[in-house]
Every structure is written in structure tokens, then in C-alpha cells.
T-cell receptor, first 115, second 112 residues
Framework: GAVVSQHPSWVICKSGTSVKIECRSLDFQATTMFWYRQFPKQSLMLMATSNEGSKATYEQGVEKDKFLINHASLTLSTLTVTSAHPEDSSFYIC???????????FGEGSRLTVL | QKEVEQNSGPLSVPEGAIASLNCTYSDRGSQSFFWYRQYSGKSPELIMF????GDKEDGRFTAQLNKASQYVSLLIRDSQPSDSATYLC????????????FGSGTQLTVLP
């Protein structure tokens, strides 16, 4: 089946630094990718919808200047957490839908810990 | 009111029993419904999707949809300890960009 790869799978950083997470669709092209955040024992919360070649659409309450999303190609979207703080520590998951608009495939997730 | 609601559990069933997971949604215009399984520390994996009223069976799993009652359920027959996970109900809400809105998940434990 289709594969979505995220990198890194886990990262630890100091408060105030920036962290970039990559989401790649390995065997299909994705015009739309979604970024979710999941805190412990909570559900996935959609952060933003990333569209290839255009600006991302952010959900209410998500700071677009803090969570920078770039979807430069049909196979890659990146999420950069700028000036990370401990409260940004979470499990970040991307998902991608192929060009036919069918099934949604999830990446493996990236666990961010901000010290 | 949350758009997608699930009983958080935990739900415990003995091995071999039927596990029943329930989900209600608020948007009457929703057309697509999904069940995902998520193991601790892992990303969700799709188990089933259902679009039409009634039952849909796939192996040990049966999804049931009742649009009039805005209710979707997942039955797991012959439950196995490996089925122990959090089960997430997800809905594509009408008018959205076809992104999924997730429920909070139900934690299932199958006791050997």
C-alpha cells in the first residue's frame, strides 16, 4: 500500500530553538497533506491543511507564524515549529491523500520533546 | 457539542468475546466514516470505512452506520489481545476540505 514517511521520528530540542519535521509520500503524489498534533491520551487535532504550491490553511487557534508549513512539491510537506517551548511537546502526525482523492495515509508520527 | 464523540473507556473484554465500540457525530451532512486503530506511541492505521447505512464486514470487523441516528459503530468478533489499542472514529464533515475530524478514541483492552 501507499506509504507516507515522516522524519525525524523523534526529536529533543532546547526551548527557543526551531525544529523541522518532514512528511513525504513515497509512492504517490499528494496535492493535499494534513498535519495533526496529538497530546497524551487525547485525540488527533488537525493543525493545518497543506496544499502543494499554495499557502497552508490553519485551523482556529493554531499560530501560523509559529507552525510554518511548506508544501513545495507533490511529495513533500514540512512543518517547522519555531521558537519551540515545552508546551509544544507533542506527537505530530502528517497524512496525505493521493491525487485521486481517495484513502488518507498517515505517516509514522514525530515525537517532539522540548526541554 | 463535539463533532465526533466516543466513550473514552477503557473498555475491557475477555479474549474471544465481541468488542463493541460506538461513535456519534453531530453533522447530519457527513457522508464518510472511518475507524482507525492506534497503538500506543504509533500513528493511526485504517481498519475500515463506511459510507452507506447498514453493516459492512471485513474479517473479524464489522462497521455499522445509522445516518438517521448519526451513529457509527465497530464490532470486533473473536477479540484477541493484539486488538488492544485505542480505536478512533473519524468523520469527513460536510463543507470541509475532506479532512478527517477525529473522536477522542476508545481504549480497548482484550484480556487473555
Amino acid at each position: 500500500g501507499a506509504v507516507v514517511s515522516q522524519h525525524p521520528s523523534w526529536v529533543i530540542c532546547k526551548s527557543g530553538t526551531s525544529v523541522k519535521i518532514e512528511c513525504r509520500s513515497l509512492d504517490f503524489q499528494a496535492t493535499t497533506m494534513f498535519w495533526y498534533r496529538q497530546f497524551p491520551k487525547q485525540s488527533l487535532m488537525l493543525m493545518a491543511t497543506s496544499n502543494e504550491g499554495s499557502k497552508a490553511t490553519y485551523e482556529q487557534g493554531v499560530e501560523k507564524d509559529k507552525f510554518l508549513i511548506n508544501h513545495a512539491s507533490l511529495t513533500l510537506s514540512t512543518l517547522t515549529v519555531t521558537s519551540a517551548h515545552p508546551e509544544d511537546s507533542s506527537f505530530y502526525i502528517c497524512s496525505a491523500r493521493d491525487l485521486s482523492g481517495g484513502e488518507l495515509f498517515f505517516g509514522e508520527g514525530s515525537r517532539l520533546t522540548v526541554l | 457539542q463535539k463533532e465526533v464523540e466516543q466513550n473514552s473507556g477503557p473498555l475491557s473484554v475477555p479474549e474471544g468475546a465481541i468488542a463493541s465500540l460506538n461513535c456519534t457525530y453531530s453533522d447530519r451532512g457527513s457522508q464518510s466514516f472511518f475507524w482507525y486503530r492506534q497503538y500506543s506511541g504509533k500513528s493511526p492505521e485504517l481498519i475500515m470505512f463506511i459510507y452507506s447505512n447498514g453493516d459492512k464486514e471485513d474479517g473479524r470487523f464489522t462497521a455499522q452506520l445509522n445516518k438517521a441516528s448519526q451513529y457509527v459503530s465497530l464490532l470486533i468478533r473473536d477479540s484477541q489481545p493484539s486488538d488492544s489499542a485505542t480505536y478512533l472514529c473519524a468523520v469527513i464533515v460536510s463543507g470541509s476540505a475532506r479532512q478527517l475530524t477525529f473522536g477522542s478514541g476508545t481504549q480497548l483492552t482484550v484480556l487473555p
